[in-house]
Antibody, heavy 122, light 109 residues
Framework: EVQLLESGGGLVRPGESLRLSCAAS????????MTWVRQPPGRGLEWVAS????????FYSDSVRGRFTISRDNSMNTLYLQVTSLGAEDTAIYFC???????????????WGQGTVLTVSS | QSVLTQPPSASGTPGQRVTISCSGS????????VAWYQQLPGTAPRLVIY???QRPSGVPDRFSGSKSGTSASLAISGLQSDDEADYYC??????????FGTGTKVSVL
């Protein structure tokens, strides 16, 4: 079964860092752009970042640019999100998603993980 | 930082047709493809429409999408109880980022 599995979330203090991972299985990971989307408690979906199939091109939302880094290891079929300088506003469920295309300038994601919860609190 | 505006709620009785709007601008909806997602409580989003009006495999033809100018719409015909969920539109913005809509809660009365 084609699937994505996130991990790495947890409870961290303001200002700390963390790396989220998203492991892909049963599809040709290197052929698809990938994305991270988050959802704060009780609120709507927020696009966070996208990366091209090769990993060479990345895009970020204004709210995370300069603090978060999206990357991928196609040999390990894994997507990453390095998050730094965390604040309470970053508390959310973080989902990874597979784009329908190889380029990252798109918002059609057909496969999603179950999400990993990141809580920022002192 | 949602820049796509949706009505907060929509409702209908079983069998009715419900339409959800998504209002954007020339830099997102007006110039890029729109996708729609269904999200049941406690679950990940599910893609129901892409490229404005295309249905992924497995999505019933009761779901349809359209776009005109800077607005897009999702229609659900033959409303069923398991259509009760939150629905979000999404589009790429020419400022080089993705944007989601504010979300619409669909209730089946």
């Amino acid at each position: 079964e084609v699937q994505l599995l996130e991990s790495g979330g947890g409870l961290v203090r303001p200002g700390e860092s963390l790396r989220l991972s998203c492991a892909a299985s049963v599809f040709r990971f290197s052929a698809y752009a990938m994305t991270w989307v988050r959802q704060p408690p009780g609120r709507g979906l927020e696009w966070v970042a996208s990366v091209s199939a090769s990993g060479a091109t990345t895009f970020y939302s204004d709210s995370v640019r300069g603090r978060f880094t999206i990357s991928r290891d196609n040999s390990m079929n894994t997507l990453y999100l390095q998050v730094t300088s965390l604040g309470a506003e970053d508390t959310a469920i973080y989902f990874c998603g597979r784009s329908l295309s190889s380029h990252p300038r798109a918002t059609a994601f057909d496969i999603w993980g179950q999400g990993t919860v990141l809580t920022v609190s002192s | 930082q949602s820049v796509l505006t949706q009505p907060p709620s929509a409702s209908g009785t079983p069998g009715q047709r419900v339409t959800i709007s998504c209002s954007g601008s020339s830099s997102n909806v007006g110039n890029n493809a729109v996708a729609w997602y269904q999200q049941l409580p406690g679950t990940a989003p599910r893609l129901v429409i892409y490229s404005n009006d295309q249905r992924p495999s497995g999505v019933p033809d009761r779901f349809s999408g359209s776009k005109s100018g800077t607005s897009a719409s999702l229609a659900i015909s033959g409303l069923q109880s398991d259509d009760e969920a939150d629905y979000y539109c999404a589009a790429w913005d020419d400022s080089l980022m993705g944007v989601f809509g504010t979300g619409t809660k669909v209730s089946v009365l």
